[in-house]
């Protein structure tokens, strides 16, 4: 008898990954290739659309080679990805230009004048989510100002998981979490014209997609995606919710209660409650999203800070870099974490203060700032790399509980996923720094799982969110890690100059922006 699998589709920043599970959520085979993004104009960060396409049809080949040969049947398939940009097609589906990646930090002081109008305020009204250079709505409004044509030759505005939706099946559409915090009202779940009146849009509404809601719809693999994908003609294709929520449901945030959250420490970190009723959300003075989640009546905050891991990244990058010159011979990166790791688990707690802005793109939670940059407080000459990644750690724990308190307080429990959340160190520092227990979920790949649930949810194979959690999710989480007294001690006493210097620190980045853009 031929068992079935569902296929989750996950194709983010830097990697494009297709997971394959059995109906009770094991994973049975992973398929990855890396992305290629294209730095440009010194913030801006692009993507070729027909190499993103292409990278997501060569997995799935392999994917379907690989479960062919095992006598397994694709049930259906769920593609989430990359959340916010603009992927802008024109009537005939091909690419107008490049995508614009929700790295890109271009239409940053646009998103400073809307803020400063009070027009970002006003639309947060609707979408429940407070504009950051990330949002299509101002990268629209960029190319309104710098590529007119493009945005005239342009039909349909989608993200990243739409055009390879749009590949896969030609139905142009976006999902309604995306749709709603872009463009929409939250309480409604549908597109709101004001919001388009607002950003002065009001003639890019054609580029509107129609927003659909995986758990309930789908649609057919068509004939020429089947050729690319080596997958069958008609197979159930799924528009699932953006990366991070379907994260966020692999990952354990669902809880009937609304007592736990979900944290990523990835390249970015991502920091969420779920909320039941639209009436209880609570809309940060400066940041945050809404978006409706797949359980009924059912919302996500959300605040996430745009560099996470990406501060180890730097540290590892400096080092290999400082070894190269010297002619030395390092480990691998993955090993050279670890012997870092080990040294910061040695370290004394609260020795430096680091602030972990080191995207070039600035910082767009707890605060919106293009302009804000990392920095180190309290070094000194006997300080060593071991410090300085438990400072990284030490404010990736501040990060979170920042970005937890601008959408309503932390929540009694937080559920981990991430490269970083494998560290117990980095795991007890953030336990001490939010004050609150955390659970990790012992899955890799947390998006392509809870893509996959939505596919069963939409195809009828799981009944609702609670036995999907409970069959997909439940058996994964570890115990509970209770946070250390001594040290949410030292990190209530330390947060609060976390928090001082780097507001302190605002109007010096912004001499330094200054003075970097007039050269």
Known sequence: MTKDVLIGLDSGTSVVKAVAFDLEGAPIEHVARPNTTIPVDGSGMEQEFGRTWDDAALVLREMAAKLDARGLRVAGIAVTGQGDGTWLIDRDGEPVGRAMLWHDGRSGPIVAELHRSGTAKAVQRFTGTMLNMSNQSGQILWLKRHRPGAVARAATAFHCKDWLYFRMTGERATDVSEGTFTYGDYRTRQYAPEVLELFGLKDEARLLPPMVDGTRQHAALTPVAAAATGLPAGTPVVLAPVDLLCGALGAGLYDPEGRAGFTVIGSTGAHMRLVFGADRVTLGEEVGYTMPFVAPGSYVSMVSNMAATLNIDWLCGVIEEVAEAAGATLPKRSDLIRLLDGRAAAAKPGRLLYHPFIAEAGERGPFVDSAARASIIGLSGTAGAGDLLRAIYESLGFASRDCYESVGGTPAEIRLAGGAARSATCRGILAAATNA????????????????????????????????????????????????????????????????????????????????TRG
């Open 437 to 516: 227990p955390v659970r990790l979920v012992k899955r890799e790949e947390v998006g392509a799982a809870g893509a996959a649930m939505v596919a069963a949810l939409s195809l009828g194979i799981l009944p609702d969110i609670d036995e999907a959690c409970r069959r997909w999710v439940a058996p994964l989480l570890t115990e509970a890690e209770p946070p250390d007294p001594a040290l949410v001690s030292l990190y209530d006493r330390l947060f609060p100059q976390y928090r001082t210097s780097y507001r302190a620190l605002r109007p010096v980045w912004h001499a330094l922006e200054d003075l970097r």
